[in-house]
């Protein structure tokens, strides 16, 4: 079993950054691959970014590349570094695990408020 828990989330301007943190639980966590999702009001969860347990990542292009995910096994944390925010990022972000060929994510955290100002 896999716990989650997001953290880093806030009010920020236009142009800034935040790093978001998903800690972990449980002795598999490096075997998983971790998701970040996010989704704003009225509007349909999406995926962000994931990471596997060997580091390969892949990311949505809207995020232009100024979003890098990254691992750190030995701390069981997965950090998503979001750069030059823009008012439309703004929704709850999630982190998520699933197994390596798993089809599905099987454990979610409860989420950080990113909120963007204009």
């Known amino acids: 079993q896999v716990r989650l828990i997001e953290s880093g989330g806030g009010l920020v301007q236009a142009g800034g950054s935040l790093r978001l943190s998903c800690a972990a639980s449980?002795?598999?966590?490096?075997?998983?691959?971790i998701g970040w999702f996010r989704q704003a009001p009225g509007k349909e969860r999406e995926l962000v970014a994931h990471?596997?347990?060997?580091?390969?990542?892949y990311y949505a292009d809207f995020l232009r590349g100024r979003c890098p995910v990254s691992r750190d096994n030995a701390k069981s944390t997965v950090y998503l570094q979001t750069n030059r925010l823009k008012p439309e990022d703004t929704a709850v972000y999630y982190c998520?695990?699933?197994?390596?060929?798993?089809?599905?994510?099987?454990?979610w955290g409860q989420g950080t408020q990113v909120t963007v100002s204009s």
């Open positions: 998520a695990a699933r197994r390596a060929s798993g089809p599905l994510y099987e454990y």
């Open positions: 449980g002795r598999t966590f490096s075997t998983y691959t």
């Open positions: 990471i596997t347990w060997s580091g390969s990542t």
